[in-house]
């Protein structure tokens, strides 16, 4: 069993920062962020193996951040430099399960104002 808590919303102007923290308990393995914005399909933002290894969607590579303190049992995304469409509801999701994710958190609010 995976417990995922996350922190870290707010509301920025565009061009703003946010770091998003998700705490968990257990074992994770593989783990990830996700969002979804107003009447817009779930999509992944970036993933991060247990090795630490990233990966990042296009509409966010250069301007987000994954890494993970298993020390610290906390999963970070920086975001910097904010657009309008980074507007969501951002979840992270632990343990990697065929295709899909097993666990997952209640979300944190992101809204960028231009």
């Known amino acids: 069993q995976v417990t995922l808590v996350e922190s870290g919303g707010g509301s920025v102007q565009a061009g703003g920062s946010l770091r998003l923290s998700c705490v968990f308990s257990?074992?994770?393995?593989?783990m990830a962020w996700f969002r979804q914005g107003p009447e817009k399909e779930r999509e992944g933002v970036a993933t991060?193996?247990?090795?630490?290894?990233?990966n990042y969607a296009d509409s966010v590579k250069g301007r987000f951040t994954i890494s993970r303190d298993d020390a610290k049992n906390t999963l970070y995304l920086e975001m910097n430099d904010l657009k309008p469409e980074d507007t969501a509801m951002y979840y992270c999701?632990?343990?990697?399960?065929?295709?899909?994710?097993?666990?997952w958190g209640q979300g944190t609010q992101v809204t960028v104002s231009s």
């Open positions: 257990g074992y994770p393995g593989a």
């Open positions: 991060i193996s247990k090795y630490g290894n990233p």
């Open positions: 999701a632990a343990y990697l399960s065929g295709n899909d994710y097993k666990y």
